[in-house]
């Protein structure tokens, strides 16, 4: 079955950077375009970036542009995010998902923007 572990997640000052990874298995990892989500306190589902299967085309929300950069390693079945510049309003959960909705989603990493 689709597993998806994410990882990298903690508490980060204001500015910082943080990169998270997401490995997948059960599925055909190099066969998906892959998505990450994210989830603020008390708020809904928010779209944050996604890729396509090999990695060329990227797109971000425009709150995130500029700031954050999806990649992936197929041979590694694994799906990162690089964010730098982070701000406040960036705390959230986040997912790497199958889906831009993220109806097919891990457990999650937490991300605390703090100073």
């Known amino acids: 079955q689709v597993q998806l572990v994410e990882s990298g997640g903690g508490l980060v000052q204001p500015g910082g950077s943080l990169r998270l990874s997401c490995t997948a298995s059960?599925?055909?990892?190099?066969?998906?375009?892959m998505y990450w989500v994210r989830q603020a306190p008390g708020k809904g589902l928010e779209w944050v970036s996604h890729v396509d299967t090999r990695g060329g085309s990227k797109y971000y929300a425009d709150s995130v542009k500029g700031r954050f950069t999806i990649s992936r390693d197929n041979a590694k079945n694994t799906l990162y995010l690089q964010m730098n510049s982070l701000k406040y309003e960036d705390t959230a959960v986040y997912y790497c998902a199958l889906d831009r909705l993220g109806r097919n989603r891990g457990q999650g990493t937490q991300v605390t923007v703090s100073s």
């Open positions: 059960g599925f055909a990892f190099s066969s998906y375009w």
